[in-house]
């Protein structure tokens, strides 16, 4: 009809409220919708992954419709990065010159285990610092070489390679494609970094939201000399101590508390 569509999604929202929680994969998504609700960090089992070999010496890019969504994932700066940088895109990318499409998951995780490392590319102002794919690559035991984010699970030279330079990142590349042996030891400090930090939160976010304690949960994950420092920052549920009634003449306050349910 006429209606205003912003005045539309408002209502609706305000429906989904009343009867669902709402439940995002980071805090910058939660922000970007203004919406209060549960976070639940994407949880990747190492256990399924692995194997990885590294055998081809090339980077792979993985992700679909990465040109139509370039402000997420800047294709240009992408290209910049891989000048004369051995490459194979991956995904559903037909504006890109040679992407392959994954045939099944068997397959892509084949990718991981023989593609030398990973680029990764993601703007923070419209973009946390991981996706699925980055996760999947550092559960297998491939390197990852990262354009700067807060939110990146890398820290550089640990268990990644993290920079905001194009030549910077086009270097580690290159060096990982030379050194075999570096990145294995790169991608297994990754494989660990991602196994804990991802899967194990996830349980401890749970397990604190299951108390009803809590109204809200918060990680902060800042990089240490070695490892990670996770910050739970908890907001606790507030708690009803005390009930006063105004303006009552009528009955008692005693017998006005015993019909209250909250």
Known sequence: GDSDPLEAFGKLLDYLRERFEFVFISESKRDDYRIHGRVILPGIDVEEYGGYRGEHPAAVRVGNTMRQRTLMFDVEFQEQVCAGVPNQVIGVNPDIPGAELAASWEDLKEVYRRFRCMLHVSRQEYEDGYNLAMLEA????????????????????????????????????????????????????????????????????????????????????DPAADGITLTYVLVARPRITDLKFVGNTKYDADDLKKVIKA
Do not use: K
């Not at 050194?179 to 349980?203: H, K, M, N, T």
């Open 138 to 221: 550092m559960a297998t035991g491939m390197p990852v070489v990262a354009l700067g984010n807060t939110s990146s699970p890398l820290t550089d030279g640990v268990d990644g390679y993290v920079s905001y330079d194009a030549d910077t990142l086009r270097g580690r590349l290159l060096q990982l494609i030379a050194e075999p042996d570096l990145a294995r030891e790169i991608g297994a400090r990754g494989r660990e970094q991602v196994g804990f930090s991802r899967l194990a939160v996830d349980d401890d976010i749970r397990n604190l939201y299951g108390t009803s304690h809590f109204l809200n949960i918060r990680i902060i994950e």
